[in-house]
């Protein structure tokens, strides 16, 4: 079973013993604070780098906070990027966007989608809750994008081998000069599971990557970083996301200069997510800051 499934493991056994595994013990603390921010009127505070002119090293070693909310808007301190349709077709126009994980990337697929007007070329979704691969295209730029669900552990309602597969897979599937934009994501269905099962998945990415842009040196790779979220719907939360964070950064360490980390912890937790998928806001600003890195540097060049 484990050769069917590229030499990782499966996980297809669901344990039966009652509150081995879960709880749904809640712990709110019941102390507020409250919390008075003075600045002049009007005066904000915004990064004057665009971010895909700036080293990718730096969104690694960041400290936080890395940004704030400004009346609705995030105002990111360790670089800026054009947030507007017109940046967004020029980013994307003649590439090919490749995204790699679960229903949160899943979303941000969905946002591109609809920003662009984007056209299936697969099948076409029944709900929103789909669980396969998924290509889309807009001819008049040149920009084709797919979506597919990362590797086991997956907890969709199809998750078997049809449906998935490992990331570093596809990724050795990238043709040599390629010009692709991919994005990768591994978090919340591995939080069922010893910290040992991402690091190992991770660990295959990463040499993947590596042989990635030695052959294809245009293409550029992100890393979504955890994000934070309630109680809802898992047991713990996003509590694993530090923890998650520091095994990324140490799989990722020797590719610092050549790989952009998406940190969206103080975003997410600057928005309160309750629930693991951030609402249609968020995923907007999530997304923005994705494309953001991948942005073409001739367009911000012209701004």
Known sequence: MTVENYGLPW????????????GKVKRTFKTKMHLTVRSERGETVRAGTWCSRRDFLFSWSALSPIGFFHNRQWQPALCTY???D??????????????FGDSTVRQMFSYIHAR???TFMTMNWVGKKWHRYTGAEREDSNFQMSWSPHGLPLYFFESGRGVSRPVHVALDEVPAGSRDIVLIHLYAHFHYHHPGVVRNNLRLIVRSVTHLLQRAPDVVVAIKGPHSFGLKNRFIG????PTYADIIKDEFSGLYDKVAYLNYWDMS?????????P???????MTQMFL????TESFQLRQ
């Open 11 to 22: 996980y297809c056994v669901r344990l039966t013993t009652p509150g081995l595994l879960w």
């Open 82 to 84: 054009p947030t507007d």
């Open 86 to 99: 017109t940046a967004l077709k020029h980013c994307l126009s003649n590439r090919r966007l490749l995204m």
């Open 116 to 118: 662009l007007n984007m």
């Open 238 to 241: 996003g509590y694993w996301g």
């Open 269 to 277: 937790i600057a928005l309160h997510l309750n629930d693991v998928h």
């Open 279 to 285: 609402d249609a806001y968020g995923v907007e600003k």
């Open 292 to 295: 953001g890195y991948a942005s």
